[in-house]
Protein backbone atom coordinates (compact mmCIF):
# COMPACT_ATOMS: atom_id res chain seq x y z
CA UNK A 1 0.00 0.00 0.00
CA UNK A 2 2.82 2.51 0.67
CA UNK A 3 4.32 1.76 -2.55
CA UNK A 4 1.23 2.52 -4.53
CA UNK A 5 0.62 5.73 -2.25
CA UNK A 6 4.69 6.58 -3.48
CA UNK A 7 3.84 6.19 -6.96
CA UNK A 8 0.86 7.60 -7.17
CA UNK A 9 2.38 10.57 -5.55
CA UNK A 10 5.56 10.26 -8.47
CA UNK A 11 3.05 9.62 -11.25
CA UNK A 12 1.00 13.01 -10.62
CA UNK A 13 2.17 16.23 -11.66
CA UNK A 14 2.75 17.42 -8.25
CA UNK A 15 4.94 19.63 -7.09
CA UNK A 16 7.28 18.17 -4.90
CA UNK A 17 7.40 20.93 -1.66
CA UNK A 18 10.95 22.39 -0.67
CA UNK A 19 11.97 22.50 3.01
CA UNK A 20 12.43 26.61 2.93
CA UNK A 21 14.90 26.41 6.07
CA UNK A 22 17.43 24.00 4.08
CA UNK A 23 16.16 25.01 0.43
CA UNK A 24 16.42 20.79 -0.25
CA UNK A 25 13.79 18.87 -1.18
CA UNK A 26 11.49 17.58 1.38
CA UNK A 27 11.16 13.62 2.23
CA UNK A 28 8.05 11.92 1.15
CA UNK A 29 6.65 9.48 4.11
CA UNK A 30 3.59 7.34 4.84
CA UNK A 31 1.46 7.23 7.56
CA UNK A 32 2.36 4.03 8.79
CA UNK A 33 0.11 3.40 11.51
CA UNK A 34 -2.70 0.80 11.06
CA UNK A 35 -4.59 2.53 14.23
CA UNK A 36 -4.52 6.14 12.72
CA UNK A 37 -7.40 7.98 10.29
CA UNK A 38 -4.81 9.06 7.97
CA UNK A 39 -3.33 5.54 7.68
CA UNK A 40 -1.54 5.02 4.14
CA UNK A 41 -2.27 9.01 3.61
CA UNK A 42 1.61 10.49 1.92
CA UNK A 43 3.08 12.94 3.89
CA UNK A 44 6.14 15.55 3.67
CA UNK A 45 9.19 16.26 6.12
CA UNK A 46 12.55 18.08 6.15
CA UNK A 47 14.89 15.72 4.64
CA UNK A 48 18.24 17.63 6.77
CA UNK A 49 19.56 14.03 8.68
CA UNK A 50 21.54 15.99 11.17
CA UNK A 51 19.65 19.16 12.60
CA UNK A 52 15.74 19.10 10.63
CA UNK A 53 13.56 21.68 11.20
CA UNK A 54 9.79 21.45 11.89
CA UNK A 55 8.53 21.29 8.04
CA UNK A 56 6.03 19.12 7.87
CA UNK A 57 3.03 19.19 4.63
CA UNK A 58 0.23 16.83 3.67
CA UNK A 59 1.40 15.00 0.39
CA UNK A 60 -2.24 15.17 -1.21
CA UNK A 61 -2.43 18.50 -0.41
CA UNK A 62 -1.53 20.56 -2.36
CA UNK A 63 -0.07 23.88 -1.32
CA UNK A 64 1.08 26.43 -4.04
CA UNK A 65 -0.31 28.16 -7.59
CA UNK A 66 -2.97 26.87 -9.25
CA UNK A 67 -1.07 24.96 -12.43
CA UNK A 68 -1.95 26.56 -15.96
CA UNK A 69 -3.88 23.90 -18.45
CA UNK A 70 -1.97 23.41 -22.09
CA UNK A 71 -3.68 26.78 -22.80
CA UNK A 72 -1.81 28.57 -20.57
CA UNK A 73 -4.69 29.56 -18.27
CA UNK A 74 -4.92 28.89 -14.47
CA UNK A 75 -7.21 25.41 -13.49
CA UNK A 76 -10.23 25.34 -11.37
CA UNK A 77 -9.95 22.75 -8.40
CA UNK A 78 -12.45 19.87 -8.64
CA UNK A 79 -13.58 16.93 -6.24
CA UNK A 80 -14.33 13.41 -7.47
CA UNK A 81 -18.05 12.43 -6.72
CA UNK A 82 -18.15 8.67 -8.38
CA UNK A 83 -18.17 6.05 -6.15
CA UNK A 84 -14.76 4.55 -5.67
CA UNK A 85 -10.82 5.09 -3.63
CA UNK A 86 -10.95 8.23 -5.24
CA UNK A 87 -14.32 9.65 -4.05
CA UNK A 88 -13.45 13.11 -2.54
CA UNK A 89 -10.18 14.01 -3.67
CA UNK A 90 -9.61 16.76 -4.83
CA UNK A 91 -7.95 17.44 -8.57
CA UNK A 92 -6.93 20.53 -11.00
CA UNK A 93 -8.88 20.54 -14.48
CA UNK A 94 -8.60 23.10 -17.28
CA UNK A 95 -11.46 25.51 -17.44
CA UNK A 96 -13.66 25.10 -20.31
CA UNK A 97 -14.66 27.92 -22.04
CA UNK A 98 -17.59 27.95 -24.34
CA UNK A 99 -18.19 30.60 -26.43
CA UNK A 100 -21.44 31.33 -28.19
CA UNK A 101 -21.18 32.65 -31.67
CA UNK A 102 -24.54 33.91 -33.24
CA UNK A 103 -24.01 33.70 -36.86
CA UNK A 104 -25.96 36.37 -39.57
CA UNK A 105 -28.46 33.59 -40.02
CA UNK A 106 -29.90 33.85 -36.75
CA UNK A 107 -28.79 30.19 -35.66
CA UNK A 108 -26.42 29.81 -32.63
CA UNK A 109 -23.50 27.56 -32.71
CA UNK A 110 -20.96 26.76 -29.21
CA UNK A 111 -17.53 26.83 -29.98
CA UNK A 112 -15.57 25.23 -27.30
Not at 1 to 29: D, E, G, N
Not at 84 to 107: C, H, K
Request: charged fraction near 25%.
Amino acid sequence: MFTRAVAAFRASSSIHPVCPTHQKYAKLCVVKDTMKDNYGRPFFVCSERKNPCKFWQWGDVFEGPRPLCQHGMVCCERKVKKDGPNQNRLFFAAVRRTTLVVSSNGSNKALG
